[in-house]
């Protein structure tokens, strides 16, 4: 079965430090995958998708960036973080198909001090 | 992107079934209309999709309008576990790869014991 994997559960960062999220999926390939930011008490802002290695669409012009290194593996990143930058990252993927469902991680909760 | 609108909140009995109503006025002929939920702290669930006849699973059922403009997910005893935000959203059947999926601020249900 696929299963996904999402980590840090939380972290905690000073201002102006960089960041590094790592997402993987097992069980599948070529995935769909998916970077999302969520607010406290607000729904669900799509960052990056990916549709193959190296193939990157930003949708929220900022200064995280996203790469796909390997098919099953996605990385949020920052060179300095912002106050703004604080919240619950989700990754999440979908197989090829269509109308195929997304699956979430656990998510990541980033708190910027 | 059609878009879909829900109410913010809604609130059930436990043990009595729950009707999330969810507008999508501007679905094409072929958008899917799908659900998830969203516990706290946790990445979304997948919960049920469908494109035009109504669909049961385990955890739900989904209730299109004859015109497709809008659906119902149906939880049909509702327990404390279902407390969530439900979000309703559409995603694209013709775009197998590309696919920008748009999360709204979904209907938060709270379950009274």
């Known amino acids: 079965s696929q299963t996904i994997h999402q980590w840090p559960a939380t972290l905690v960062q000073p201002v102006g430090s960089p960041l590094s999220l790592e997402c993987t999926v097992e069980?599948?390939?070529?995935?769909?995958l998916y970077w999302y930011r969520q607010a406290a008490g607000r729904g669900l802002q799509l960052l990056f998708y990916s549709v193959g290695i190296g193939q990157i669409s930003s949708e929220v012009p900022q200064n995280l960036s996203a790469s796909r290194p390997q098919d099953r593996q996605f990385i949020l990143s920052s060179k300095k973080l912002l106050l703004s930058d604080s919240g619950f990252y989700l990754c999440?993927?979908?197989?090829?198909?269509?109308?195929?469902?997304?699956?979430f991680g656990d998510g990541t909760r980033l708190s910027i001090l | 992107d059609a878009k879909t609108t829900q109410p913010n909140s809604m609130e059930s009995n436990e043990e009595e079934p729950v009707h999330l109503p969810c507008n999508h006025s501007t679905i094409s002929g072929t958008d899917y209309i799908h659900w998830y939920r969203q516990l706290p702290s946790q990445g979304p669930e997948y919960v049920i999709h469908?494109?035009?006849s109504n669909v049961n699973n385990r955890m739900a059922s989904l209730a299109i309008a004859e015109d497709r403009k809008s659906s119902t997910l149906i939880l049909h005893r509702a327990t404390l576990r279902d407390a969530a935000v439900y979000y309703c959203?559409?995603?694209?059947?013709?775009?197998?790869?590309?696919?920008?999926?748009?999360f709204g601020p979904g209907t938060s249900l709270s379950v009274i014991p």
């Open positions: 959203i559409l995603r694209e059947g013709m775009k197998t790869s590309y696919d920008k999926v748009i």
């Open positions: 469908g494109l035009t």
């Open positions: 069980g599948t390939s070529n995935p769909n």
């Open positions: 999440a993927w979908r197989p090829r198909g269509v109308a195929q469902p997304q699956h």
